[in-house]
Each structure stands twice: as structure tokens, then as C-alpha cells.
Nanobody, 124 residues
Framework: QVQLVESGGGLVQAGGSLRLSCAAS????????MGWFRQAPGKEREFVAA????????LYADSVKGRFTISRDNAKNTVYLQMNSLKPEDTAVYYC?????????????????WGQGTQVTVSS
């Protein structure tokens, strides 16, 4: 059974960078579209970025546009989230997820497989 495992989180100062990875174990990403979400303490989980199976189409939340970049390496069954110019408000647990066929990239309910999350903390 396929599992998603995130890594790369940590503590960074404002203005710094982190690169998150999401690897599929026990299987492949196949032709699935993938997404990243985040959840800050006391807040709902929110969409961050999504990518098509080929990597040719990407979507971003307005709050991260121009600072974050989503990419994937299907040969390595890994999706990445490069985060630059980090701000304290980016502090959250970041989750990668596999999107079901159809539906919306922005809707949590359209993703059927989730990783355990990785903590990102940005200090001011």
C-alpha cells in the first residue's frame, strides 16, 4: 500500500529557505496530481500548492505565490516544495497529498492519501 512520507521541515529564521520532500513508499505516484497543504495551530488546513502529474501545470495559494515552488521527480516518486523568503506566518505543519481524479486542486476532500506532516517553524 502506498504511503506518503514528508521530510525537510525544521526551524528557520524569517527570510530563510527550506525544501520539503514527499516520497511515496510501497508504490508510485503514477499519474496522480499532487498537492501540499498546511495547518497552523488553531487554524484549518489550507491549500498551498499543487502540481499535475507531468509537472507542467502548477497552482499556488496567493499567500505563497512568488516565494514557493512545487516540483516533482516521477522517477524518484518524490514531490518537492521549495520555500524561500519564509515568514513567521508560514509556520505550520505541512502535508503532501495525492489528488483523486477530477475534483479541485484546492479542496482537501478531493485528496485521498495524506502524509503524516512535517513541522515548519519560522522565527522572527
Amino acid at each position: 500500500q502506498v504511503q506518503l512520507v514528508e521530510s525537510g521541515g525544521g526551524l528557520v529564521q524569517a527570510g530563510g529557505s527550506l525544501r520539503l520532500s514527499c516520497a511515496a513508499s510501497g508504490g508510485t505516484f503514477g499519474y496522480y496530481r499532487m498537492g501540499w497543504f498546511r495547518q497552523a495551530p488553531g487554524k484549518e488546513r489550507e491549500f498551498v500548492a499543487a502540481i499535475s502529474w507531468s509537472g507542467g501545470t502548477t497552482l499556488y495559494a496567493d499567500s505563497v505565490k512568488g516565494r514557493f515552488t512545487i516540483s516533482r521527480d516521477n522517477a524518484k516518486n518524490t514531490v518537492y516544495l521549495q520555500m524561500n523568503s519564509l515568514k513567521p506566518e508560514d509556520t505550520a505543519v505541512y502535508y503532501c497529498a495525492r489528488r483523486q481524479a477530477g475534483g479541485s486542486s484546492y479542496a482537501m476532500t478531493d485528496y485521498d492519501l495524506w502524509g503524516q506532516g512535517t513541522q515548519v517553524t519560522v522565527s522572527s
